[in-house]
Nanobody, 117 residues
Framework: QVQLVESGGGLVQPGGSLRLSCAAS????????MGWYRQAPGKQRELVAL???????NYADSVKGRCTISRENAKNTVYLDMNSLKPEDTAVYYC???????????WGQGTQVTVSS
């Protein structure tokens, strides 16, 4: 069983910054992809950023240059540093883990990010 625990969401003013963290525990194989998705009210869940075990990354166009995803493999933890936040970044942010060998997918419970003055 895999559990993902997110932290770091909150209320921030436009132009501000936040760091989201997600710690994974359980039966986690070394080859995996961790990432962040978000879902705004009335919209579909969308990719924000992904990072593989080896460090390769992928970002949504909407956050390129403003967000950085990173991970600590020894801690099974992934981070999302978000800068220059905009009101349209407001959403529930979900941590995601994919085990490559089994193609199993796991989700965190979500953390709310609100960008508002």
């Amino acid at each position: 069983q895999v559990q993902l625990v997110e932290s770091g969401g909150g209320l921030v003013q436009p132009g501000g910054s936040l760091r989201l963290s997600c710690a994974a525990s359980g039966s986690i194989f070394s080859m995996n992809i961790m990432g962040w998705y978000r879902q705004a009210p009335g919209k579909q869940r969308e990719l924000v950023a992904l990072i593989a075990t080896g460090g390769s990354t992928n970002y949504a166009d909407s956050v390129k240059g403003r967000c950085t995803i990173s991970r600590e493999n020894a801690k099974n933890t992934v981070y999302l540093d978000m800068n220059s936040l905009k009101p349209e970044d407001t959403a529930v942010y979900y941590c995601h883990l994919k085990i490559v060998i089994s193609n199993q997918n796991y989700w965190g419970q979500g953390t709310q990010v609100t960008v508002s003055s």
